[in-house]
């Protein structure tokens, strides 16, 4: 069965406007929670959500579905996506929910589900899920005297701070380092500057005051324009935003220019090689990574495993080589030594670390390619099958033969919103923007005529 609400990343859409609707939370979590019952042992579910208004909606939705199906329900409030899978492997739990849509504004929110492993769960099993919402479930729902039940863990911000703290190597501290974290207004706004207070860092926060309406408004990972300003003025050593969810991170050096995801990548490869800690033959990047990268791993004797667009098919693909490092360009760094999620903070505190053993500046040690030339465009459809056309098939293969090995193409359709995503890279910038120019051209004559 193929799935139809959940996307790359679970479900997500515009709040009280369907699939996103306090109705259809109730049902996915009936339907998780039946499908998670798995033997006579008193179930539990941990919930989190970040700070948009919506999650006051949907947080009592989803509750009251796994109480109804037998299922006690731990509420953590506003947490990074990862301290939520990190709690429902603490706790022994059956199931683990965010209430998140990541990086969007306040409007959106989404439902992501954690197995009892922490790690997202598979098409498969969402697929259970949809097909179990389609039968309906009435008839398993629990009985009167085995209704679940429903509290609030006080200090689960405390046991991430520590967790995130154990992830940075013993006897170092960020003492002398004066760092901005842009928190963009989500659910690391507490715990994000603690954990660098804690380490010894002069912490200077952005994006620390919810209010339900300003989440990565202007701010954090998409919008690291006001981090690195700020560093810029402060003087400070590093700068980090956050998304909203706070399962990825972007960079800047001291002198505010920023390190992506592959950069990110690319150092901690570097300094885990270098002390040991490198597992597998290499790192697990998407088809969205620099060829820079590659050709810089290549150098080093790092081999680079590319998977599809999203964390959880780079963590599948980390299991089947056995590498620990994987990550996206676009901030999402999964470290499977010290967790089975995307974890903005815990990889900046890899980079921190070599900050500190090197004594070197962050734009010494992030210098470590050239990226190729990128360009990436993003084209509006409203369904059908436009990547099947004809004359599209056509203009892929001629831009293809074009760039030859001078480059590479990468065309698909985007797994959370209604777009096209044509991207291409090249040591040649201006034959690049020729053949997106090409491409794109073709595919916006087919969507406005509805192919």
Not at 112 to 140: C, Q, R, W, Y
Not at 315 to 336: A, F, K, V
Not at 367 to 381: S, V
Request: hydrophobic share 40%; net charge negative.
């Amino acid at each position: 069965m193929t799935r139809k609400i959940f996307g790359t990343d679970g479900i997500r859409g515009t709040a009280n406007i369907e699939p996103m609707t306090a109705q259809t939370a109730l049902h996915v979590a009936q339907a998780a929670g039946y499908r998670f019952l798995r033997g006579d042992h008193r179930h539990l579910v941990v919930i989190g959500k970040d700070t948009r208004l919506s999650g006051y909606m949907l947080e009592p939705a989803m509750t009251a579905g796994f109480i109804s199906m037998g299922m006690d329900v731990v509420l953590v409030g506003p947490l990074p996506t990862p301290a939520v899978a990190m709690l429902t492997r603490s706790l022994r739990a059956d199931l683990g929910v965010v209430l998140s849509a990541s990086h969007n504004a306040y409007q959106d929110n989404g439902i992501k589900l954690f197995g009892p492993d922490g790690d997202k769960l598979s098409d498969t099993v969402e697929a259970d899920i949809e097909a179990l919402m389609s039968n309906g479930i009435t008839e398993h729902l629990a009985s009167p005297d085995h209704l679940g039940k429903a509290r609030r863990m006080d200090d689960a911000q405390g046991r991430y701070i520590e967790y995130v703290k154990n992830s940075f190597p013993k006897g170092l501290r960020l003492d002398g380092l004066k760092i901005v974290v842009d928190c963009a207004h989500g659910a690391a706004y507490r715990v994000a500057p603690m954990v660098l207070w804690e380490l010894g860092a002069e912490v200077i926060s952005l994006g620390s005051q919810p209010d339900g309406f300003n989440i990565n408004h202007e701010c954090g990972a998409t919008a690291p324009e006001a981090m690195q300003a700020k560093v810029i003025e402060t003087g400070a050593d590093l700068g980090l935003a956050l998304d909203g969810d706070a399962d990825r991170v972007i960079l800047a050096d001291e002198k505010g220019q920023l390190i992506d995801g592959d950069k990110t990548m690319g150092m901690i490869a570097t300094e885990w090689q270098r002390d040991g800690l490198l597992r597998g033959d290499g790192i697990v990047a998407t088809v969205m990574s620099n060829m820079g990268l590659e050709k810089y791993l290549g150098k080093i004797g790092i081999n680079l495993h590319r998977a599809q667009v999203g964390d959880r098919y780079v963590i599948e693909e980390m299991r089947n080589s056995g590498c620990n490092i994987g990550g996206e360009q676009s901030g999402h760094i999964i470290l499977s030594d010290h967790g089975s999620t995307g974890d903005g903070l815990i990889a900046a505190l890899q980079v921190l670390s070599a900050l500190v053993k090197s004594g070197r500046p962050a734009s010494d040690i992030a210098g470590i390619f050239e990226p190729f030339p990128q360009m990436l465009r993003n084209i509006p459809f409203n369904g059908g099958a436009p990547l099947e056309e004809k004359s599209v098939l056509q203009a892929i293969r001629a831009g293809e033969e074009r760039l030859g090995d001078k480059g590479r193409l990468l065309i698909r359709k985007s797994g959370t919103e209604p777009l096209i995503r044509v991207m291409a890279e090249a040591e040649d910038a201006e034959l690049m923007a020729g053949v997106i120019d090409d491409i794109s051209s073709v595919i916006e004559g087919v969507t406005a005529s509805g192919g």
